[in-house]
C-alpha cells in the first residue's frame, strides 16, 4: 500500500455475496427478514458471443453436474428492456446463493464484463421506518450489482420506473449493513430494477 | 487521552494535503506582502487595522454567535440529557465543559465555538434533537468538539484574515485606481493596477485554499469524533439523516445505465457523483459517509 496511492482492497464476487448467508441468518432470528428462495441474474443478449447465444443449453451441466451440484431449479426470461434473467429457486438458502454466485461466474467469465449487470434476491421484510411507523411482510429486493462489487436494497412501491420507497430502503440498508452485510456506500448508485420477473 | 477512546490511523494523504495548503497560503501572502511592499502599498497600515476587527471578532465569537443565530444557553435543568453528552465527550477529550446552546430552529444543525476549549460553545438546533437519535447526536457533538480540540476556530480565523485583509486592499485599490490617492497620484498609477491586479489573483487563490482547508478540517473533526465516540456508523447515520442523502437514490433503471455505458468511454458508474467541489466549505456528505463508513470497517 503505497503513502499517496493507497487502494481499497477489491473483493471477489463471492467474498460479497457469501455475506449474504451470514446477514440473512442474523435478520431471519431479528423477525425482520425472511428470504423468498428466489433469485435472477439480470445479464444483457449479446448476439456475437457464442456462449451467450447458446447458454440455455449449459445451465443444466452448471448446477446439477459436478461438485457443486443442487437442486436449485431454474426459468430463463426476456424482459422488455431486451435484458435476460435466469430466475432461480432454491428451498435451501445456501444452495440458492451458490447457484447464483456459479451461474453469475459462469457469464462473467465467458463474456464481456458489462454484459453481466446484476444478481437480485428476493425477500420479504419488516421494517421499523420510525418511532411512528413500520412495514411487514413488504416485497423487497437485495440487489449485488457486478460492477459495484456490492448490495443495496430495492423496495419498488408500483412498476413505473421511479415508484420506490426510499426512507425503507435506506432503513433496511442500515440493518443490512449491520448484520455484515457489504452495502454500496454511494446512494447514487443504488438503481432501481422496475418490473422483475419473478 | 481516555482509556475508552477508540484510537484509528491518522490518514497520512489527509495529514498531508492539510499542511500542504496551509504551507500554500503562507508562500502565497508572504510573496504578496512581498510585492505590494516593493510597490510601496503601506500594508503594515491595513493589515493593522484588519488585525485589530479580527482580533475582537475571534475573541467574542462565543457571544457573536449567540447574539447572530439567536441561541440560548441552556441549563444542566433545562436540556439535561444534551449535558450529559456533552459533559461525556469533555471529559473523554480532556477539556473543560463547553458551555451549551440551544437554537429554535427545524433546520437540523450543530456548531462549535470559542477561541479555545477554555472559552467554548456548542449550540444545536432543536431540529436536530428532533430528528436524531440520542448515538447519533452524541457522535454529531462529538465531531463539533473535536473542531475545538484540533484547534480548528484558530486555524480558520488566521486563514480567514488574510482573506478579509486581501478583499479590503481590493477595494482600497479599486478606489485608489479611480479617485487617486496615498499620496502618489497619477505617477503611482502603474504600480497601483499592478498591485490591483496581484491583489484578486491572491483574494481568489486564497479563498480556494481556505475553503480547501475547511474541508480537510471537516474529514479532520469526522476522524477525531469517531475516535472519541467510538461509533463512525453513528456519525455517518446522521449525515445521512440530516443532509437528505436518501434522496440521492435514483429514480432510474439499472438496464438504462448498463445500456448508457455501451456508449461511453468511462462507465457512468465510475464517474464521480460530486463534482467540482473547489467552492464548498464542507466536502461531500457521500465522501464523509463514506469515509466514516471505512472507519466502522477497520473497527
Redo the contacts between chains.
Keep these: 500500500m503505497g503513502f499517496f496511492n493507497s487502494k481499497e482492497k477489491i473483493f471477489d464476487d463471492w467474498d460479497v455475496i457469501s455475506t449474504f448467508l451470514k446477514s440473512e441468518t442474523l435478520l431471519q432470528n431479528k423477525g425482520e427478514l425472511t428470504p423468498a428462495r428466489r433469485a435472477g441474474i439480470l445479464y444483457s443478449i449479446d448476439n456475437s458471443n457464442e456462449f451467450l447465444v447458446n447458454f440455455s443449453k449449459e445451465i443444466s451441466s452448471i448446477l446439477y453436474e459436478g461438485e457443486g451440484a443442487t437442486k436449485t431449479s431454474y426459468e430463463i426470461k426476456k424482459d422488455g428492456e431486451e435484458m435476460r434473467w435466469i430466475i432461480l429457486e432454491d428451498g435451501n438458502f445456501t444452495d440458492l446463493v451458490s447457484s447464483t454466485y456459479t451461474i453469475g461466474n459462469a457469464i462473467g467469465s465467458n463474456s464481456d464484463k458489462n454484459n453481466l449487470i446484476a444478481a437480485i434476491f428476493e425477500l420479504y421484510l419488516s421494517v421499523k421506518i420510525d418511532e411512528n411507523s413500520s412495514r411487514t411482510g413488504v416485497r423487497s429486493y437485495c440487489i449485488y450489482r457486478y460492477d459495484r462489487k456490492a448490495f443495496y436494497p430495492f423496495i419498488p412501491t408500483g412498476d413505473n420506473e421511479g415508484e420506490r420507497d426510499k426512507a425503507a430502503e435506506s432503513v433496511l440498508g442500515k440493518d443490512l449493513r449491520d448484520s455484515g452485510l457489504i452495502i454500496e456506500k454511494d446512494f447514487s448508485q443504488w438503481m432501481g430494477v422496475w418490473g422483475i420477473p419473478f | 487521552m481516555n482509556k475508552s477512546v477508540k484510537s484509528f490511523k491518522t490518514d ?2 489527509l495529514v ?1 494535503r492539510m499542511y500542504f495548503t496551509m504551507f500554500m497560503l503562507g508562500v502565497l501572502y508572504a510573496a504578496f506582502s512581498f510585492l505590494l511592499m516593493r510597490l510601496g502599498v503601506p500594508i503594515i497600515f491595513v493589515a493593522i487595522i484588519v488585525g485589530i476587527f479580527a482580533i475582537i471578532q475571534y475573541s467574542m465569537s462565543d457571544k457573536m454567535v449567540l447574539k447572530s443565530t439567536g441561541a440560548k444557553e441552556v441549563s444542566q435543568k433545562e436540556e439535561p440529557e444534551l449535558h450529559d453528552i456533552v459533559g461525556m465527550l469533555a471529559s473523554r477529550y480532556e477539556m473543560p465543559m463547553p458551555k451549551i446552546a440551544i437554537i429554535d430552529s427545524d433546520v437540523p444543525n450543530a456548531f462549535a465555538t470559542g477561541r479555545n476549549p477554555n472559552r467554548s460553545l456548542i449550540a444545536v438546533t432543536t431540529g436536530i434533537q428532533k430528528r436524531l437519535n440520542k448515538k447519533e447526536l452524541t457522535a454529531v457533538i462529538g465531531h463539533e468538539l473535536a473542531h475545538i480540540v484540533n484547534g480548528d476556530i484558530k486555524v480558520l480565523a488566521m486563514g480567514n484574515f488574510f482573506v478579509t485583509l486581501t478583499g479590503f486592499l481590493m477595494q482600497m485599490f479599486f478606489f485608489n485606481m479611480l479617485f487617486g490617492g496615498m499620496g502618489r497620484r497619477r505617477e503611482g498609477g502603474g504600480a497601483m493596477m499592478i498591485a490591483y491586479f496581484a491583489t484578486i489573483i491572491v483574494y481568489f487563490i486564497g479563498q480556494l485554499l481556505v475553503l480547501a482547508l475547511t474541508r480537510y478540517r471537516e474529514y479532520g473533526a469526522d476522524h477525531k469524533g469517531a475516535e472519541i465516540c467510538g461509533d463512525p ?1 453513528s456519525l455517518a ?1 446522521a449525515l ?1 439523516k440530516i443532509s437528505g ?15 448508457a ?2 456508449f461511453l468511454i468511462i ?1 457512468a ?2 464517474r464521480g ?1 460530486g463534482g467540482l467541489n473547489l467552492f464548498s466549505t464542507h466536502p461531500s456528505v ?1 465522501e464523509r ?2 469515509r466514516l ?2 472507519l466502522e470497517t477497520r473497527m
Design positions: 497520512p494523504k498531508t456508523g447515520d445521512a442523502t436518501v434522496s440521492n437514490i435514483p429514480d432510474q433503471d439499472l438496464r438504462k445505465l448498463q445500456t455505458n455501451a462507465s458508474s465510475l457523483s457521500e459517509i463514506r463508513r471505512d
